[in-house]
């Protein structure tokens, strides 16, 4: 039967108990679920416009001489060592234009590329937003590989960069690569 209008002269019947229906609570959003995320042991002390802050990252990695704002780092299982400059969205470009530009950069080296695997932005175990562009190919003087990547945590960004030229190096290199990237952080200086 399709619905009427109410009549003051004729009341609707009163409901049966038990006819009205359970009214089930349905949650549309949950609260998020606060991640614990891992610190790595080793750190780095930077200060990027005007903010104390510590970079952490694996065991098996030493950072050389640096800058307030950039460090290298160097592993036993990376052909060469590799470069990070640190940054502020506040007064710098924003991290997927620095990777853009960093990568665009690198490209011009070659002369053809074999390969490019782009990860889009995950959050690693430490909190950070990382991005990557993996490419391998050949250069004007030989073999060339290059791994560019940027990492976001609140307000604060690293690039990196590193290049290799022994063909048979690249694919260790860009495991142990992904293996740093996987527990780094930027935290403000306690």
């Known amino acids: 039967n399709m619905p009427v209008e109410e009549d003051p002269d004729h009341p609707l019947p009163s409901a049966k108990k038990g006819d009205t229906p359970v009214q089930e609570k349905k949650v549309l959003f949950a609260a998020d679920k ?13 200060t990027v416009s005007t903010k104390a802050l ?8 030493t950072d050389q001489p640096r800058t307030s704002t950039s460090l290298t780092l160097k592993s036993d299982e990376l052909s060469a ?9 506040l007064d710098s470009d924003s991290p ?36 990557t562009v993996w490419r391998i190919g050949k250069s004007a003087s030989g073999d060339l590989y290059t791994y560019e ?34 527990t780094v952080s930027i935290l403000p200086q306690p």
């Open 149 to 182: 990547a940027v990492g976001q945590q609140g307000d604060n960004y690293f690039v990196l960069s590193f290049r290799g030229t022994k063909a048979l190096s690249a694919k260790d290199d860009k495991a142990a690569l992904d293996e740093l990237l996987k």
């Open 81 to 89: 060592p590799v470069t990070l400059t640190f940054f502020s969205v």
């Open 54 to 61: 510590v970079f952490h990252f694996d065991e098996g990695w």
């Open 96 to 131: 997927t234009v620095a990777l853009q530009t960093l990568s665009a950069k690198d490209l011009n080296d070659f002369t053809t590329v074999a390969l490019r695997l782009d990860q889009d932005p995950k959050t690693n175990q430490g909190g950070c937003t990382v991005s």
């Open 34 to 46: 606060q991640t614990k995320f891992v610190v790595a042991p080793k750190s780095a002390k930077l």
